[in-house]
């Protein structure tokens, strides 16, 4: 068994709490869906949420899928100049006998810039 970390990142439409936990709650369950993930396996979740994005913790969105007994934070990501606004990152760690290369990495919406090499049509 390994800790693998499963790399992830979405666009929020505004700076609403329903906002930022809807893309937050969809970036989450597609890291689940592609990876087969269950919550008991996952080790912790980092979050991260560029400053235009403050209304509401994205872990928050974790919490109410039911990952309460999984160690989760948010931090404010840096203010980079071009950087991709509203966007919600995420670093996964998950308890997994799979190798590195069979990780899927999730990235959506405006997002999908960040990493076009992971961010093929099956993902």
């Known amino acids: 068994m390994h800790v693998r970390g499963i790399r992830g990142a979405t666009t929020v439409e505004a700076n ?3 906002a930022i936990l809807e893309a937050t709650q969809e970036l989450l369950g597609e890291i689940v869906r592609a990876n087969g993930v269950e919550p008991d396996e996952v080790a912790a979740v ?3 949420a560029t400053p235009d994005l403050d209304a509401v ?3 928050e969105g974790a919490r109410r899928m039911g990952w309460v007994a999984v160690p989760l934070l948010s931090v404010a990501d840096l203010d980079v100049p071009g ?3 509203r966007c919600v990152r995420v670093l996964l760690l998950w308890n997994t006998a799979r190798a590195q290369d069979e990780i899927v990495h999730v990235y959506l919406r405006g997002a999908r810039s ?3 090499d992971l961010s093929g ?3």
């Open 16 to 18: 609403t709490p329903a």
């Open 121 to 123: 049509p099956g993902v």
């Open 57 to 59: 913790y994205p872990a």
């Open 83 to 85: 950087a991709v606004d």
């Open 114 to 116: 960040l990493r076009p």
């Open 46 to 48: 980092f979050f991260a």
